[in-house]
């Protein structure tokens, strides 16, 4: 329902937003934010969590990939999927089969999972887009301001709390932590607001979803203007999940989320009419097998000087 959709798109920058809030945004009593976003939860259509931001886990080497799979297709993407650096993939329509992405920390480190991918039986071809720079995500906000942030034991109980419940009260939070309940509403507003996490909305992505969530891969000719004129229409689209300027062999990606096929054929339409852009292929995502946002703290860079507040 197309209410649902505004209410994913709502949350989906700040998880934490009142009822009231949401309820004004969207013009409906606040009982009914109330009841569906309990209904979303419950039936897990919705998950609300905390990101960190991959840079602070070291995980600043990103790539895009279009896998061609062979034979059956389930048992290669259990396998996929239990691969650590996937932290998203997808089944998807059109010339190939899946499309992955691989977080890592060094280009040697993607390599080595390239070449873990390319071992899994089933996956015959790969064609590999590497990231430039991520410009819009569906959870993760702007770099941090500064790469020195010092966290202790507290900051990084409240992360793990709220990985787990991004709407967690700060009453549960002091029960969980032990530290009182000002407090804790202090440090999480620290974490975000040097944006080293970002609290949002997950949809869940199911046989019942009425939506279209795809993808497109776009090539541009070498004028700024024409990636320029690119990066607005992309960024400017109120679906838009994900978007990186890109190296290899598309100049940009994005995935997008429309409400129907008619709204599909109106972006690619207006892509493929900006001057400069020379192909726009697209992709749909059929089942998402994976979408990885939980990373574990031991992931943190150990090259961070971490220290108390």
Known sequence: MDFDEDLYRALRHDGRAAHSTLAARLGVDRSLISQRLHHLRQTGQLK?????????????????????????????????????????????????????????????????????????????????????????????????????????????????????????????????????????????QRLVTLRVVQIGGIRGRGAGDKGLLFGVGVDCAGDPATAEAVEKSLTSLPGLEFTARTMGRFTHVATIGVRSLEEYNDVVRDLRGIPGVRSAETWIHAAVWAERYDWSLERLDPRKKWKSE
């Open 48 to 188: 609300i969590v905390a990101v960190i931001h991959p840079r602070l886990l070291g995980l600043s080497v990103q790539a895009h990939l279009m896998l061609s799979i062979q034979g059956p297709t389930d048992c290669v993407f259990e396998e996929l999927r239990r691969i650590d650096s996937v932290a998203y993939l997808s089944e998807t329509t059109g010339p190939t089969q899946a499309v992955a992405e691989v977080w890592a920390r060094s280009t040697h480190d993607l390599g080595v999972s390239l070449n873990r991918i390319r071992t899994v039986g089933g996956v015959s071809s790969m064609h590999v887009t590497y990231y430039d720079q991520v410009l819009r995500t569906l959870m993760l906000g702007e770099e941090p301001e500064t790469t020195d942030i010092g966290f202790d034991d507290l900051d990084l109980a409240i992360i793990q709390n709220l990985q787990r419940d991004g709407r967690m009260t700060f009453g549960e939070m002091q029960r969980r932590t032990g530290a009182a309940a000002s407090t804790c509403r202090k440090r999480m």
